[in-house]
């Protein structure tokens, strides 16, 4: 059974291990130039800036953690200087092992309607566009907001929260630096070197029946 629930502290070393386990897919280590992903330094440093507490989730399948996601602030700047604040997410992480059996669903349906409750109007990322529109996730393009850029591609995608939220707002998204890979490939690397083994998984063997043995 699939469990999603807030990240607490001490949850911060192993939602790292499972987030560097999820992206150190060879395309991914290839495009950072660094040797391997940036997305775990990217979760240590949403926590000390703009990362939201409130929207930090693991998925736990008897009690082991195997999944995280994690939302940010960001905003929309628009022609004329006025920010519209917006929520930005990710990196989001399912253990390799543990992928397409819904727990990266099930992290997404719970923090889509825990982000409605508090209150924020609507969500904007840049991610795979097979994967979010079953969300409700659309082009960003169809609400006329661009990238900082100003460009649109079917990665750049928009849901509303609120109803209207994104109503005659264009503009350009404005994310994280935290997710600029350019900006932080020198502290991603230093992050790296001094992360040690992935002790939690390693301490976790998962068989591949989906049953996380300890
Ligand atoms: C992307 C990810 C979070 C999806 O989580 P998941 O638990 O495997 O997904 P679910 O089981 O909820 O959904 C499975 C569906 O997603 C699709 N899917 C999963 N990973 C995908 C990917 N990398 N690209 C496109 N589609 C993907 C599956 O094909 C499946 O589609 P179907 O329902 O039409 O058969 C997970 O694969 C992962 O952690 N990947 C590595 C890190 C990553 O790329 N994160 C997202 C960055 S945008």
Do not use: W
């Not at 000390?48 to 929309?76: M, P, R, T, W």
């Not at 022609?79 to 099930?106: E, M, R």
């Not at 006329?144 to 591609?153: F, L, Q, R, S, V």
């Amino acid at each position: 059974m699939i469990t999603i629930r807030l990240e607490k502290t001490q949850d911060h070393r192993t939602v790292e291990e499972i987030t560097k386990l999820a992206f150190s897919y060879p395309e991914r280590v290839e495009r950072s130039k660094i040797g391997c992903c940036l997305e775990h330094y990217m979760v240590h440093s949403l926590r000390e800036v703009d990362g939201i507490n409130d929207l930090s989730f693991v998925a736990e399948i008897q009690g082991k953690i195997v999944g995280h996601i994690i939302y940010s602030n960001a905003y929309i700047q628009k022609p004329n200087g006025t920010k519209v604040n917006v929520l930005n997410f990710g990196p989001l992480s399912v253990h390799p092992q543990y992928q397409k059996q819904g727990l990266g669903t099930a992290l997404m349906k719970h923090s889509i309607e825990i982000a409605k409750s508090l209150g924020y109007g609507a969500i904007l990322f840049f991610g795979r566009p097979e994967y979010y529109p079953r969300f409700g996730f659309v082009e960003a393009k169809e609400f006329n907001i661009t990238d900082c850029n100003g460009y649109n591609y079917p990665a750049f995608m928009a849901m509303e929260l609120k109803k209207g939220y994104l109503k005659g707002v264009s503009g350009k998204f404005i994310e994280s630096p935290i997710y600029n890979d350019d900006l932080n490939r020198e502290q991603a690397k230093a992050f790296d070197e001094n992360f040690g083994e992935l002790f939690y998984i390693a301490a976790h063997s998962v068989e591949t029946n989906g049953v996380v043995n300890t």
